[in-house]
């Protein structure tokens, strides 16, 4: 398990337990939803070194939701393809992702609700406000982070069985790149939360308690 994935928050069950994921054999169809995406795009002059409104036109303008999904559909697929990739492999034994498959057990819906460009998440260990950091050679690397909900119902009945919200933090070279990196941790770091959701779930419970 990630050193930091019990404490951080980036991943609570809302609703249910995620645990349903780790049924062996069963099969789940998955759709992305972006319908309620809110995209913000935050200034920091300090790591930007070029117009801000250049920055902007290249990888997003903020609330321009629709104008974004239409212009990246394939990278778009693209990374929503590497979750699925990442999540299978690191699943050992569970619950397998399809695009589509005639014969599967369960439905998930992965309801995208944030996408901030240019700035860490607010408990990411980096700090608040990096839009750019320097890397190796003068080349800048783009921070954001995204939030996720993931829904599972179960087929035979549409019920909901859990409710997951995820998020991650990623940077690269494009806005795109950095969304790669989100989702394709997501992939990777969702197996782990539901292996180990028994001791992350009371570590949380007991944070939120101490904190009331």
């Known amino acids: 398990m990630h050193s930091s994935l019990a404490d951080s928050g980036d991943y609570r069950a809302i609703f249910g337990d995620p645990r349903v ?32 409104d250049e920055w902007v036109n290249m990888y997003a303008r903020e609330s321009d939701v629709e104008d974004w999904l239409n212009k990246f559909p394939e990278e778009r697929k693209e990374k929503e393809l590497k979750f699925i990739k990442n999540y299978n492999e690191e699943t050992k034994k569970g619950v397998k992702i399809r695009n589509s498959s005639k014969k599967h057990d369960y439905k998930i819906i992965v309801h995208v609700k944030n996408i901030n460009f240019g700035e860490n998440k607010p408990n990411y260990g980096g700090g608040v406000g990096a839009a750019r950091a320097l890397i190796g050679g003068g080349w800048a690397a783009i921070r954001g982070y995204c939030i996720w909900n993931i829904d599972v119902y179960d087929i035979s009945n549409n019920e909901l069985l859990t409710t997951i919200e995820c998020s991650a933090s990623g940077g690269g070279y494009t806005a795109l790149k950095m969304l790669g990196q989100c989702y394709s941790d997501i992939g990777e770091e969702l197996p782990e939360y539901i292996k180990n959701f028994e001791k992350i779930d009371a570590k949380q419970k007991k944070k939120a308690a101490k904190n009331k």
């Open 21 to 52: 994921l780790s049924n062996v054999g069963k099969i789940a169809n998955i759709e992305f939803d972006y319908s309620n995406l809110t995209i913000v795009v935050k200034e920091n002059k300090e790591y930007i070194n070029i117009p801000f």
